[in-house]
């Protein structure tokens, strides 16, 4: 009984058909921004109507959808039903065009019966069509989605149109409404105006002015974007109130600067805001506030304060050396810096002799002690490099010699061939024209080869430079190394920060062959929290 009853059940759920609910119409609302007016304006001052309509833009993608009035409901719901009628009226034309045709086909009784019955049935379904579609309700999404034109987002924006010329203006640029401005001087100060024009009033729905200094720009536009983008969205606005500790924590919402230690109640349209706040010796928060319609959210932040450590730089010997953290100078040795806890810090020291030393390590409340060592002798690498690059010197002081040469070798056989032609000189004249040339041909040839070897040798030593840069390249992954390091070639400093009790074990510090952890390197120096420098950066 059961099954018979599902069958049933099944069986007029697909006789009956279930209808399929239309897709709301008008999904997208379509906006563009015009370039501003800036005639009145200094030749110095124009960009300023371009930096706000860009910021127009930034606080327009902010911003997804847009709650329609009434008025534009009814006018666009007009259009969809205009539209389906004149199109549902075009194929019923069409259709009863192509019956009067069958007149002409030529075709047998019996065919043209045919077609004519087939045909009128067809025009009955489209006649009936036409006029569901005036009877119809159109469905018209009440929350359309705000899309800003290709050239808008790309910061190309077309001219305005001309009075009287705005509804043309948005029909070809497919858009619904579109944003003017004018931008002026007033007084010394920018006074910024802003029109929306839509299409389904025929008018501007909207204006709104403001005056600001040059230097106010990004909060003037900012807040100018803001009361726009809330008109355009047609929502209630949003508010956020933010209030830090210590009282000098600055307070950064979406990228302005909206106060130190506490900010007013501020409205902007629901969106997700970027909120930044950060004070000197204390750790910065940042984070997004999701600010929703009509709500207010008041936001209270303690940051957390840095420890401090003090350590001190010295040399072994005592000695005076300039200490340089990453590349700033600090100071000479003895010197005692203040940082981060356990932050990473560069250290880099170096002698009035030349000696330096470097080293990487956590900030604690310990005591730096380097070893200065004198820089490396220049290896293999540095003289391949000085003899491609005196190579490739000579090839390049030839060359233009060789051309020189070639140039006069020229000249010389041209003006013996002329006299020659021409007979005005005796042949003692023209013998020395000819050994000049014969001198110039040989003095070319032999700067020819020589710019050929110069070029040979360039190439020979540039592959010989490379092979021996290669080689001196330190692996990703160095080898391990098993006996004690030659001087000149020393591993680079490491910070010992545990050394042993007195007496008890050395135990060798993992990683480094040769250093154990009561400071100790063998041929080099000993002595608990000790740094070995190399002898080069």
């Not at 040059?214 to 109130?241: K, N, P």
């Amino acid at each position: 009984m059961v099954p018979l009853l599902f069958v049933l059940i099944n069986f007029s759920l697909f006789a009956g058909g279930a209808k399929e609910e239309k897709a709301p119409e008008n999904g997208t609302w379509a906006l563009c921004i015009t370039k501003f007016d800036v005639s009145a304006l200094p030749q110095t001052r124009n960009v300023v109507g371009q930096l706000v309509a860009q910021n127009l833009v930034l606080a327009l993608n902010t911003v997804s959808t847009r709650l329609r009035i009434e008025e534009e409901d009814e006018y666009y719901r007009t259009s969809a039903s205009f539209k389906a009628q004149k199109d549902a009226a075009k194929k019923l034309a069409d259709k009863q065009a192509e019956r009067d045709k069958l007149l002409f086909s030529g075709n047998p009784d019996w065919m043209y019966k045919a077609d004519l019955k087939k045909i009128d049935k067809e025009i009955e379904k489209l006649r009936n069509g036409f006029n569901t579609a005036r009877t119809a309700s159109v469905n018209i999404e009440v929350e359309p989605k705000i899309q800003l034109t290709e050239n808008t987002t790309k910061g190309d924006f077309p001219e305005p149109p001309a009075i009287g010329g705005e509804y043309y203006f948005a029909q070809t640029q497919k858009v619904d409404g579109f944003i003017t401005g004018k931008v002026s001087d007033f007084h010394g100060r920018i006074y910024v105006q802003l029109a929306l024009w839509s299409i389904h009033s025929r008018k501007v729905t909207y204006t709104d002015s403001i005056i600001f200094s040059t230097e106010d720009i990004d909060t003037a536009s900012s807040e100018i974007a803001q009361r726009l983008v809330l008109d355009i969205s047609g929502m209630d606005s949003a508010g956020i109130q933010i209030t830090a500790k210590p009282d000098n924590a600055l307070i950064v919402i979406k990228g302005h600067i909206e106060g130190r230690g506490e900010t007013d109640s501020l409205t902007y349209a629901p969106q997700d805001v970027d909120v930044t706040i950060s004070a000197p010796d204390h750790e910065t928060v940042e984070t997004t506030v999701t600010l929703k319609e009509g709500e207010k959210v008041d936001l209270s932040v303690e940051l957390t304060s840095i420890q401090q450590s003090k350590y001190r730089i010295e040399t072994k010997d005592g000695s005076e050396a300039s200490v340089y953290t990453g590349s700033m100078f600090a100071g000479t040795t003895p010197l005692e810096l203040e940082g981060d806890k356990n932050k990473l810090q560069d250290i880099n020291i170096e002698t009035p002799l030349g000696h330096v030393a470097q080293t990487v390590f956590k900030i604690e409340d310990k005591p730096v002690i380097l070893s200065p060592l004198p820089p490396p002798l220049e290896g293999r690498t540095e003289k391949a490099r000085h003899e491609f690059y005196n190579a490739y010197g000579r090839f390049w002081i030839t060359l233009p010699a060789m051309i020189f040469s070639m140039g006069l070798y020229n000249v010389t056989v041209l003006g013996y061939n002329s006299a020659y032609n021409t007979k005005r000189y005796d042949n003692g004249v023209l013998r020395d024209w000819s050994g000049e040339s014969q001198s110039m041909f040989y003095a070319t040839m032999a700067l020819s080869v020589g710019m050929g070897l110069f070029l040979a040798e360039s190439l020979t030593r540039l592959v010989i430079y490379i092979w021996e840069a290669n080689r001196a390249t330190n692996p990703l992954t160095p080898k391990k190394k098993t006996q004690d390091v030659e001087r000149g070639s020393e591993p680079p400093p490491t910070l010992l920060t545990e050394p042993a009790a007195p007496g008890g074990p050395a135990n060798s510090v993992p990683g480094i062959p040769g250093v154990e952890q009561n400071g100790s390197i063998p041929g080099e120096i000993t002595g608990p929290g000790e740094i070995t420098g190399p002898r080069g950066h």
